[in-house]
């Protein structure tokens, strides 16, 4: 009889221990994450294009990553660096900035006709976010609905803070910059030709991975700093 109250005490304990343990680990893993501080203000901030670029990959048949680029795109930020989930972000892309590394003779025109980006009847792309969650200290996803194609669809993009500052006598505006990641499936935007059959590389992947860097320049700093 002692050995079997004794038994029992023992598994309560343990059903205690393991409760106490998971509560613990719970509570830690939901703590709120803190941002990184940054000497850079909350405001609205302007891309600077001079130090920007928007890349994409597509895989090409399975023998490499093909990498192009839009030229001409606009993002403007409300930041609110003490609680970046009340920030903003929109994006404008004029689809037929798009350039392509040394392509072929009528390439670039096919990929801007109808078949592909059809930029005479759908002369912009543009992004906007609805939530921005906090994952890191200096990394947030940001999701948005993203228009392409004439086509609107959520989607997210993985960025990260690099850093800014307030400004600098010879740079007297505040100053931040990020690195951002995302990926789409073309195919859900209507654009589907060339998608490899399945279980086969032939062709130009549905998945676009997005490569994003930017600086964005933010209020002016003030005189009495800006002349130190």
């Not at 048949?61 to 903003?88: C, M, Q, W």
């Not at 669809?153 to 995302?182: C, E, K, M, W």
């Amino acid at each position: 009889m002692g050995k079997a109250i004794t038994a029992t005490l023992w598994r309560g304990a343990a059903v205690v221990l393991v409760t106490a343990m998971l509560f613990v680990a719970s509570h830690a893993r939901s703590a709120p994450i803190k941002p990184v501080r940054t000497d850079a203000p909350s405001g609205s901030y302007t891309l600077d294009k001079a130090h920007a670029t928007l890349h994409f990959r597509v895989n090409h048949i399975g023998f490499s990553n093909y990498t192009a680029a839009f030229k001409r795109f606009d993002v403007k930020l409300e930041l609110d660096t003490s609680n970046p989930a009340a920030s903003k972000v929109s994006a404008t892309i004029d689809p037929g900035s798009l350039d392509l590394p040394s392509p072929p003779a009528g390439f670039l025109d096919t990929l801007l006709g109808a078949k592909w980006l059809d930029a005479v009847r759908f002369p912009a792309i543009t992004f906007q976010s609805s939530k921005v969650e906090l994952t890191a200290p200096s990394k947030a996803r940001i999701h948005g609905n993203l228009t392409l194609h004439g086509i609107k669809r959520p989607v997210a993009l993985d960025a990260t803070f690099n850093g800014g500052y307030a400004g600098h006598p010879l740079d007297p505006q505040a100053r931040i910059g990020f690195s951002a990641r995302g990926s789409l499936k073309r195919s859900e935007f209507g654009v589907a030709e060339g998608v490899p059959p399945p279980g086969t590389t032939m062709g130009v992947s549905d998945n676009v991975e997005i490569i994003i860097e930017a600086e964005f320049n933010g209020p002016k700093l003030a005189k009495s700093a800006a002349q130190k």
